[in-house]
């Protein structure tokens, strides 16, 4: 009664009364006040001091934490209906359960995640041509090794016809006839990043291969699967030095390494966020449905592990004999 007085009397006087009170005062004014059940438990050192203090708040649907290790509200309105059963839930419950049913489910941006991510794709597409460069490597070194030992015996019996006067300089064997012919990479599965002919990529694609680029010099003859390596060289080449302007680096451990610095770089950049980033990896690297690789913070973790020690501890006073459900996260029934 005594506010409703001041009310009309601060109206009275000519106080104008703010749209959002009035709608306030029209939205609560059938409301009845009613106690509920709640309990709330402490926990600190035994030996005094305040850190990494916490408490945990039970009322019906919701466990509240709050202290040193931040604030978290777990909502359940069956789960968490009664006391023991909602502590019982919240004390078995895994992190990614229990933070779907929190007020933290928002996750941020791992760029370490995001550049392991995309070099894993890059690999996953590459891998087959690498494997069969080897092979052919392999290959080659076994023949020519087969061949030198040819080569030697051949020498060694020419050697000892030319003593006796049966043969002469004219009739020595011959290194090339014996070894493969160098080998070259572009008989190995194509690869190696070629350049394009100005009239070769004018006119027409090459081939199978993608072409990439608006200037001679950036054209390039893209091998089978390592069509992601190039777009990253392409993308992050303005943060290599200036002897990586050839796509060739992403063959060799070393070049791959300083691609994987240089992307890292180029994700940490101040104007790469969220968005940015996301555009980056299905506009500039032609990635299907991905935008990045997203986690929750770890101090969300750290308070789901503070509910899961509270949650025990509230349950070892109920029932100081248990043996159930004595790991964390493990399930409590």
């Not at 708040?57 to 934490?65: A, D, I, V």
């Not at 020519?144 to 300089?169: I, N, S």
């Not at 009739?171 to 690869?191: I, K, N, Q």
């Amino acid at each position: 009664m005594m506010e409703a007085h001041r009310r009309r009397q601060r109206l009275a006087e000519g106080e104008k009364e703010s749209p959002i009170k009035a709608w306030a005062r029209k939205a609560f004014a059938d409301h009845v006040m009613t106690p509920e059940v709640v309990k709330s438990f402490t926990f600190r050192r035994a030996r005094g001091g305040s850190s990494y203090w916490f408490g945990l708040t039970w009322r019906p649907g919701h466990l509240s934490l709050v202290g040193d290790v931040g604030e978290m509200t777990l909502t359940h309105y069956q789960a968490l209906a009664e006391f023991e059963p909602g502590i019982r839930w919240a004390a078995g419950g895994d992190f990614s359960y229990l933070i779907e049913k929190s007020d933290k489910r928002g996750k941020d941006l791992d760029r370490s995640g995001t550049v392991e991510d995309i070099l894993r794709m890059a690999d996953e597409g590459a891998v087959w041509a690498l494997e069969g460069v080897v092979k052919e490597r392999r290959k080659y070194r076994r023949d020519v090794a087969k061949g030198m030992l040819r080569f030697e015996a051949a020498l060694a019996e020419w050697d000892f016809w030319r003593r006796l006067g049966v043969e002469d300089e004219d009739d020595r064997p011959r290194l090339e006839d014996y070894t493969p012919e160098h080998y070259r990479e572009e008989e190995a599965g194509s690869s190696r990043f070629t350049k394009k002919e100005r009239a070769d990529w004018r006119g027409r694609w090459g081939g199978d291969a993608f072409v990439y680029g608006h200037e001679p010099e950036s054209q390039w003859h893209v091998p089978d699967g390592f069509e992601l390596w190039f777009r990253i060289w392409e993308a992050v080449r303005h943060r290599l030095d200036f002897h990586d302007t050839d796509p060739n680096i992403v063959l060799t451990p070393n070049g791959r390494w300083r691609l994987e610095e240089a992307l890292t770089k180029h994700l940490d950049d101040d104007e790469m966020h969220p968005n940015a980033v996301a555009d980056f990896c299905r506009g500039t690297l032609n990635i299907d449905d991905y935008y990045g690789d997203y986690k929750y913070k770890e101090e969300y973790r750290w308070m789901v592990e503070a509910i899961h020690h509270g949650c025990n501890m509230i349950l070892d006073e109920i029932h100081p004999k248990r043996t159930w459900g004595k790991t964390w996260g493990d399930p409590v029934v």
